[in-house]
């Protein structure tokens, strides 16, 4: 099947520092990627949709000045919390969109301290 | 507005036992898609099983099969002959064709026993 990677898998950092994620679809082009967010004992939440080429589209609630997206290439969206606050904390995982199905990366752990 | 419910928050089945995992949806909709991922502990979300809204025939991967019952708007996931290593979280998972976007109910932590 095709593989997403994330990375960091984990960081730890200050708060008010910014904290780049990486997602990468390394054997396809996606045009679309997702980046969801999910607390502990929690179900996914879908943040914003990223696409190549253009502004990511956020969901509701979701500040877009606070967790910017850059889908720079078909096989590249970055994830940046800027300024980050403990209650950023959470597990970030990101999506990448095939004609048949999405692939999920494999998360990454965001802790501020 | 689309809604994935997951009724049972824990299950416990016994090795090698057969385990039903509920879940229903509302959409009104009538192109859309249904979903199983499976998260362990480490957290990676693992597809299982896909079912389109037009799909005749119930799918089936292996193990996994989808109950799709589209009256009652259920998509109920059977994993047959439980293995330890099915332990996990298993979230149920409702897309749109038109966006692509997946809305996830609250998920079921399986346990499966010795």
């Known amino acids: 099947g095709a593989v997403v990677s994330q990375h960091p898998s984990r960081v730890i950092c200050k708060s008010g520092t910014s904290v780049k994620i990486e997602c990468r679809s390394l054997?396809?082009?996606?045009?679309?990627m997702f980046w969801y967010r999910q607390f502990p004992k929690k179900s996914l939440m879908l943040m914003a949709t990223?696409?190549?080429?253009?502004?990511?589209?956020?969901e509701q609630g979701v500040e877009k000045d606070k967790f910017l997206i850059n889908h720079a290439s078909l096989t590249l969206s970055t994830l940046t919390v800027t300024s980050a606050h403990p209650e950023d904390s959470s597990f970030y995982i990101c999506?990448?969109?095939?004609?048949?199905?999405?692939?999920f990366g494999p998360g990454t752990r965001l802790t501020v301290l | 507005a689309q809604k994935i419910t997951q009724t049972q928050p824990g299950m416990f089945v016994q090795e090698k036992e057969a385990v039903t995992l509920d879940c229903t949806y509302d959409?009104?909709?009538?192109?859309?898609?249904l979903f199983w991922y499976k998260q362990p502990s480490s957290g990676e979300m693992i597809f299982l099983i896909y079912?389109?809204?037009?799909?005749?025939q119930n799918a089936t991967e292996g193990r996994y099969s989808l109950n799709f019952q589209k009256a009652r708007k259920s998509a109920n996931l059977v994993i047959s002959a439980s293995q330890l290593g099915d332990s996990a979280m298993y979230f149920c998972?409702?897309?749109?064709?038109?966006?692509?976007?997946?809305?996830f109910g609250t998920g079921t932590r399986l346990q499966v026993f010795p």
């Open positions: 959409t009104s909709d009538p192109s859309y898609g």
């Open positions: 998972a409702m897309s749109d064709y038109n966006t692509d976007k997946l809305i």
């Open positions: 999506s990448a969109v095939t004609p048949d199905t999405q692939y």
């Open positions: 990223s696409n190549e080429g253009s502004k990511a589209t956020y």
């Open positions: 054997d396809f082009q996606a045009t679309t």
């Open positions: 079912q389109g809204s037009y799909d005749q």
